[in-house]
């Protein structure tokens, strides 16, 4: 098992940017598939992205695909959102999500073994 803490969330501008950050603690966190799953008020819970254990692959939900990316740093057990272009429909509570020790990348949130609290991100229009 591993903790997980989200940090970054916070209020932006529509067009502006966040970095989301989580760290990881307690276990390996080098093996695992890392993922950010975002929920909105009176929504279900979605994908965001996704990122192999040696960050060689990526996915991204169409819906932020050109505007956010994945990276992880194994070295600071840390893996990172970075999100541009923010619109107001991407506030939500931003998640992220450790697989347990795995190749590929994970889509579902059934595939994750570990979540963190959640950080909140608001984009006013």
């Known amino acids: 098992q591993v903790r997980l803490v989200e940090s970054g969330g916070g209020l932006v501008q529509a067009g502006g940017s966040l970095r989301l950050s989580c760290a990881a603690s307690?276990?390996?966190?080098?093996?695992?598939?890392m993922g950010w799953f975002r929920q909105a008020p009176g929504k279900e819970r979605e994908f965001v992205a996704t990122?192999?254990?040696?960050?060689?692959?990526?996915l991204y939900a169409d819906s932020v695909k050109g505007r956010f990316t994945i990276s992880r740093d194994n070295a600071r057990n840390t893996v990172y959102l970075q999100m541009n272009s923010l619109k107001p429909e991407d506030t939500a509570v931003y998640s992220c999500?450790?697989?347990?020790?795995?190749?590929?990348?994970?889509?579902?949130?059934?595939?994750?073994?570990?979540w963190g609290q959640g950080t909140q991100v608001t984009v006013s229009s």
């Open positions: 999500a450790a697989t347990t020790p795995r190749p590929g990348v994970a889509t579902r949130g059934s595939d994750y073994a570990d």
């Open positions: 307690g276990g390996t966190f080098t093996a695992r598939v």
């Open positions: 990122i192999s254990w040696n960050g060689g692959s990526t």
